[in-house]
């Protein structure tokens, strides 16, 4: 038996090994963020996916970008793309309704438009991924930078007064100074234990000011697929 470090790395790339069969010639993929896209970028590096099908890629961070590139791969941007068939990207949470927490990576925002544009969201994940109820995971909230204690403020004013209850909130840090995203923004990170109804939260959240947007991602992606350190697959679908 591996440890829990191995058999995460060999359920993620067992999911991003299957992933691959969704492309199409082609294509504009949107490249998710975290270890699991990156198991992905180096799949199609390695089988020189992108020259073989005529794929065109966006990158939803600074982070997917430099290693597509130092993989020889050649990242488009989505202005210029404007609309994909599809994005494979990563979750640090998913329900039975495929509502999904993101952003354990810092490109929630990013993630966000990119599986906006996108005709189809396909997530690829460990098995260790999927709850019963989101919210294990401290929920992500991108805010703006200036005035950022008052958007806290704003923020537990806000669940305060509609009753919902969170264990704690803490900003991110990175080498003992606030994380800041690739679009410059800052991310505080709330800890619900349990998210009953996600797109009422992220409605909530992304309502006030000084919010750009939380890690809630509800009626995007229409299908997860996870892997096992066996190699065993599962796809889980919107309605299933
Ligand atoms: C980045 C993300 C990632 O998809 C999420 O954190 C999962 O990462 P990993 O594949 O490393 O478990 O949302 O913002």
């Given at each position: 038996m591996g440890s829990q470090a191995e058999d995460q790395d060999l359920s993620r790339s067992s999911a991003a090994k299957y992933s691959l069969k969704y492309f199409e010639n082609k294509m504009k993929v949107g490249l998710g963020t975290g270890s699991t896209a990156e198991a992905l970028v180096q799949e199609i590096a390695a089988r020189n996916l992108q020259n073989e099908l005529d794929l065109t890629f966006v990158s939803t961070s600074t982070r997917t970008t430099k290693l597509a590139d130092s993989l020889g791969l050649r990242i488009s941007e989505l202005s210029e793309v404007k609309h994909l068939d599809l994005v494979l990207d990563g979750t640090d949470e998913f329900d039975s309704g495929l509502s999904l927490i993101k952003g354990g990576g810092g490109a929630l925002l990013q993630e966000k438009i990119v599986a906006s544009s996108a005709d189809s969201m396909k997530v690829i994940a460990?098995?260790?991924?999927?709850?019963?109820?989101?919210?294990k995971f401290p929920l992500p909230i991108e805010i703006i930078r200036f005035g950022w204690v008052s958007t806290l403020e704003r923020l537990d004013n806000l669940f305060a007064s509609s009753g919902i209850t969170f264990n704690s909130k803490s900003m991110r840090t990175e080498d003992n100074k606030f994380y800041v995203t690739d679009e410059g923004h800052f991310i505080v990170d709330y800890s619900f234990e349990q998210i009953h109804d996600p797109y009422a939260l992220e409605q909530l959240i992304n309502q006030i000011v000084g919010v750009v947007e939380c890690g809630l991602f509800v009626g995007l992606c229409d299908q997860v697929i996870t892997g096992t350190r066996d190699g065993i697959i599962e796809v889980f679908d919107c309605d299933g």
């Open positions: 460990s098995i260790s991924k999927k709850v019963d109820v989101l919210g």
